[in-house]
């Protein structure tokens, strides 16, 4: 495993890593967000639709990835998995948690 990288002379890599850093940033404040939050939401026109947040992080997960990929390093792949693995067992407790406490409950109209 390499211990570390250096940057210093790379300043392409630098703005990647910048950008990659960022992009989990807003993943976990939109986590933090949705703690509380039902997993859908009523749309525009009144049908049922993924949340907002959900959508945004899961764009913010493909970007990290993306910028993660460019950066070319050795173990980026691994470092991505273990990101993404981290990120599942997390949204798989939140989400027990939220059932558990019947936020999720879709009603079923003509019931």
Request: charged letters at 30%; aromatic letters at 4%.
């Amino acid at each position: 495993m390499v211990d570390g990288f250096v940057f210093e002379d790379e300043p392409a890599r630098l703005e990647l890593l910048n950008q990659a850093c960022r992009a989990l940033d807003i993943i976990a404040v939109n986590e933090k967000a949705m703690e509380d939050q039902p997993l859908t939401v009523t749309g525009s026109m009144g049908q049922m639709v993924i949340h907002p947040l959900t959508g945004e992080n899961r764009a913010q997960r493909g970007l990290f990835k993306e910028l993660v990929g460019a950066m070319k390093l050795p173990e980026a792949e691994l470092i991505v998995k273990l990101k993404e693995d981290a990120r599942t067992d997390a949204a798989k407790k939140a989400a027990t948690v939220r059932w558990d406490r019947g936020t999720n409950v879709i009603p079923i109209q003509g019931a």
